[in-house]
Each structure stands twice: as C-alpha cells, then as structure tokens.
C-alpha cells in the first residue's frame, strides 16, 4: 500500500483510489478476454472512462482486423483520371471534399499514383494553367494486400508518413483503398452503433417491415434472402449496385428505386456507403 506522511495531520493518508486500482488488476490476465473482464470491472468501478474503455477496446480490435474489414471498395473509390484537364479535376475535387485521390489510366486497376488536392490549388494559386500535368504532380502509390493486419498497417503508415493505400486482390487487380483515417476511427470511433444494428448480419429487419442492410453485402446473399436475380456481373456487393444506380456517391437520406426495391442511404461518409434501408415494392 502506498502511502502520504502530512506532518501536519501527524498521521497517515491512504490512497484508496490506488489500492481500488490494484485490486482490480491483482489478478494477472491468461488472454484477452480476460483483461477485457478486468478492464469493464474497471469501468463499472468508475477507474476507467466509457471513452477510454472504447479506446482500448478499439486499439485491441485492430490487431485482429485485416486491410479487407475497412478498406473503402473499389467502387466507391473516388479517382481522377490522368488524362482529365484541370478543370474537370477541380471540380470532382470540390465536389468530393477529399485531400487524397489515386490517378487511373485506361481502368481503376491502372492506378498511376496519388494525387494530393492542394497539390492543384497551389497551380491554380501560380495562375499558370497551360503547363499542368498531372503526371508530374501525383505521387508514387503504395500498393497492400487485402489481408495486412491493421496493426501493420498503422505502424507502415506512421513510419512512411503515407495517408494512403491501394488495396490489391490475390489476382493483383485492385479491391479498394485505405486511409490512415479509416485505421484510426478503428480505435477512436464509435463501438455501440447509433442505429442498434447488429454489425455481425448483412440483413436486419425492423418492427415496420423495412430491412436494414450493409452497403457491403454480397448480391448473391442478398439475392437469395430476398429470392430475386439481381445482376452480379458489374458489382459483387449491393452497395456497388446502388452506388452505380445513383451515378455518384450519394448521401444520407438519398433514396432510389431499383428492381423493386426502394433503397435509401441509411449511413455514409465522404468516400463510401455503409448502409442501406430497403423496402419492397
């Protein structure tokens, strides 16, 4: 026990917080399901945050997720094409609010480089427009596996000082990409979801008779709960599907109609679909 002498109290002073602490842990862990009990026992005893617990939580999970888990799918990547003139370059810049994009030649498999936005605000800022190339400006692209562990991947990111990555498929065609951002919100981000969605199911149904379904499903799952023939031969998931429906990357609340269903974005950020509510015509 670690104790304070105030000689002007002539007497001991506990730290009971400390000792709350040491009980807590005085068992030692054989796994991480255990320190995870001993962590949530923490939590309920007031030591430890609800945030800090998700921290760690998160910070644990990433060890055991791979670059497929969060990359962003390769057809809801936003890119730029090296042959575009500035113009049409600004624009998608604008219109998508990012600060990072890969640079494709003849098809997204032929990933060129990245490009940086502000890269292309600095030439607009010179005014000199006509000797713009975009193959002179973008960077050299960093190419992973689908199955590097996030872990790895966070360390790469931290030492090379890339934001990004191009995620390759067994066939070395390209699956997608990731953002240090989309590592981190691993660990930081939410945990309970703030639709109640249980994340571990591809389909959801609700007390009104609508589905609540993962933009990352697969159409031949999708097919076969809803007993339809959806197309699979453009897209693999029903979020590529719906994504192309739209013909750009659509927000939240958008809604279309679609082979008898009605699809709206349930949740989404600024490079990717995440859910979709579904009701049947």
């Not at 807590?24 to 945050?49: E, G, I, V, W, Y």
């Not at 689908?146 to 067994?170: G, P, Q």
């Amino acid at each position: 026990m670690i104790s304070i002498y105030y000689p002007f109290e002539d007497k001991l002073f506990s730290m009971s917080w400390f000792n709350t602490l040491k009980k807590a842990f005085s068992s030692k862990p054989q796994n991480k399901k255990q320190l995870m009990t001993l962590l949530h026992d923490a939590k309920q005893r007031d030591l430890l945050s609800t945030e800090s617990l998700e921290m760690i939580e998160g910070a644990l999970k990433v060890s055991e997720k791979h670059v497929r888990d969060v990359m962003i799918p390769r057809v809801q990547m936003e890119v730029l094409e090296l042959a575009a003139p500035p113009e049409q370059l600004l624009k998608k810049i604008v219109g998508t609010g990012h600060s990072r994009f890969p640079v494709v030649g003849e098809s997204r498999d032929d990933v060129q480089g990245i490009f940086l936005a502000k890269d292309l605000l600095e030439y607009y800022a010179k005014g000199d427009r006509s000797q713009f190339n975009l193959r002179d400006l973008m960077r050299p692209a960093v190419f992973i596996p689908e199955s590097k562990r996030l872990n790895i991947l966070l360390r790469e990111f931290r030492t090379s000082r890339n934001h990004m990555a191009i995620v390759v498929d067994e066939y070395s065609g390209v699956a997608g990409l990731v953002t240090i951002e989309d590592v981190i919100e691993e660990i930081v981000g939410d945990i309970d979801d703030e639709y109640d969605i249980d994340d571990n199911s591809f389909i959801n149904t609700t007390n009104n008779g609508l589905y609540v379904v993962q933009a990352l499903t697969p159409i031949d799952i999708f097919n076969a709960y809803f007993k339809v023939s959806l197309s699979t031969e453009e897209f693999n998931t029903i979020g590529g599907l719906v994504v192309q429906a739209f013909e750009h990357l659509p927000k939240r609340g958008e809604k279309i109609a679609l082979d008898g269903f009605q699809f709206e974005v349930m949740r989404a950020d600024k490079r990717r679909v995440q859910w979709l509510r579904v009701k049947r015509f």
